[in-house]
């Protein structure tokens, strides 16, 4: 098996799971009330469209890729480790909390571990044509494109690109499941195993 994170994808590789797009168009939904004059749904859908870019890793599996199975590819997005430490840092200045370097560690092998849920941590690359620092993906967040769309924007650009290794995107993939197939459960299961308070009164113990 091996210990690499990343291979170069030349340009004219055919797209798969697991390749890195930077500053790749997206299309994003309003994120507030759409305020509009028209009665006509599908008008008043496209307004809440905007464009922007992002830097994204392509999710869909690589069999379905590979065999034509999809014409419409999932990506989620992923940020530099120093500029998700930007949002962290406001996240809990916002709680009125104070962020601590020591917490920031402890944050770090969280996500490392695959304790935060939502997040998932990707390996830098330093020895290769194309280097890049530890990035954050966000399962938060997810995209969708034509694949005919993504494929032409690559044979444009005609760059290489990196592309994560078995069995990382594997990993990385095994993330994004679990993020979605949590349950949260009402109730949970009773513990009694662990003894209440009461139950260990004297009287309770007879």
Not at 96 to 119: F, H, M, S
Not at 181 to 205: E, F, I, N, Y
Request: glycine share 4%; charged share 20%; with cysteine.
């Amino acid at each position: 098996m091996s210990s690499a994170w990343y291979e170069v994808a030349a340009p004219g590789m055919r797209l798969t799971q697991g390749d890195l797009l930077t500053a790749c168009p997206i299309v994003r939904w309003a994120s507030s009330p759409v305020v509009s004059g028209s009665t006509n749904e599908d008008e008043r859908l496209s307004e809440c469209i905007t464009a922007a870019k992002a830097d994204v890793v392509v999710m869909t599996q690589a069999c379905d890729l590979e065999h034509d199975k999809v014409e419409n590819v999932v990506l989620c997005p992923h940020l530099a480790l120093d500029r998700h430490k930007i949002a962290w840092q406001a996240a809990l200045r916002a709680m009125q909390q104070t962020p601590t370097e020591k917490a920031w560690r402890r944050y770090c092998g969280d996500i490392a571990e695959g304790l935060v849920w939502n997040l998932a941590m990707l390996n830098h690359q330093l020895e290769s044509q194309i280097t890049m620092t530890h990035r954050i993906v966000d399962f938060h967040e997810v995209f969708t494109l034509p694949r005919i769309f993504l494929e032409s924007l690559l044979t444009q650009r005609g760059k290489p690109r990196l592309r994560l290794m078995p069995p990382y995107r594997e990993h990385l993939s095994q993330a994004f499941a679990r993020f979605f197939m949590r349950v949260g459960l009402p109730v949970d299961v009773a513990k009694v195993w662990c003894p209440t308070p009461t139950d260990q009164s004297p009287a309770a113990s007879g």
